[in-house]
Nanobody
Framework: VHLVETGGGLVQPGGSLRLSCAAS????????MRWYRQSPGKERELVAG?????????YYLDSVKGRFTISRDNAKNTVNLQMNSLKPDDTAVYYC?????????WGQGTQVTVSS
């Protein structure tokens, strides 16, 4: 199982970033895919999730509703997180997470910094 996040970086408040997670080594369509984030001194928190292929159920952390959009491309085995109207509080390392039955797998993370 391999998950690789890309798209992080430095952005000014109010700006946008698009994170992508490329998955390999497992049946992507069968997995719930999630984005978590963790900032220094805080616990890792679930930011957004999307159910397996064939079901359009999504979940968002309250503080990102209306600003972030999670999507998946099952043909490319990728899950994306479009982040708009970014705030300094969104600064964190963002992790991709795949859930397969009882097993969960993590990417290495990508840093997002929102600062002027």
């Amino acid at each position: 199982v391999h998950l690789v996040e890309t798209g992080g970086g430095l952005v000014q408040p109010g700006g946008s970033l698009r994170l992508s997670c490329a998955a390999s080594g497992f049946t992507f369509n069968n997995c719930i895919m999630r984005w978590y984030r963790q900032s220094p001194g805080k616990e890792r928190e679930l930011v957004a999730g999307i159910s397996s292929a064939g079901d359009s159920t999504v979940y968002y952390l309250d503080s990102v509703k209306g600003r972030f959009t999670i999507s998946r491309d099952n043909a490319k085995n990728t899950v994306n997180l479009q982040m708009n109207s970014l705030k300094p509080d969104d600064t964190a390392v963002y992790y991709c997470h795949a859930v397969m039955g009882r097993a969960g797998y993590w990417g290495q993370g990508t840093q997002v910094t929102v600062s002027s």
